[in-house]
């Protein structure tokens, strides 16, 4: 496998932090099931979301144990951080679970984005350039069955969404480099 000008160094943090954002999603929706139970708003949607980002999970911990990557020092805050808010945002109501995955979503859709025009550049790891395509195109799904759900509707949806944005861009820089 040719990196050209990208190192090893390099595609260890794309797939560090993409296996940490996965984890983070199927927290995020553990947290929304904890609370809508099995009979709220859009339930069977947020299932089988979660359903797909634990294939995301495992699939990049498959490619972390394969290629020797360690996993971000902070997987034990992403833990707690994402089940709280997947719960807090279930806990203001169904619209705003959705406004969460809609924001996450958007960011994600952004990043992976980011990482395929970087691997392009060289033309270089097509296994991963291939998951993060995949990954992307069930993301921005997600984003979308969200806006189709109501997210938009959320109390103070353009702060919630803003807000939760600001952190999704901050734990990516976090989980790139710790």
Known sequence: MSTGSISRDELHRMIRVDQAGEYGATRIYAGQLAVLGNRGPHVQEIQHMAEQEADHRARFDALMAERGVRPTALQPFWSVAGYALGAATALIGPEAAMACTAAVEEEI???YSQQLDR???DDCDPELAGMIHEFREDER????????AGAERAPAYPLLSGAIRLGCRAAIRLAERI
């Open 119 to 121: 691997l392009a550049e």
């Open 109 to 111: 859709d952004r990043h």
């Open 141 to 148: 799904a997600h984003r979308d069955a969200a806006l189709a």
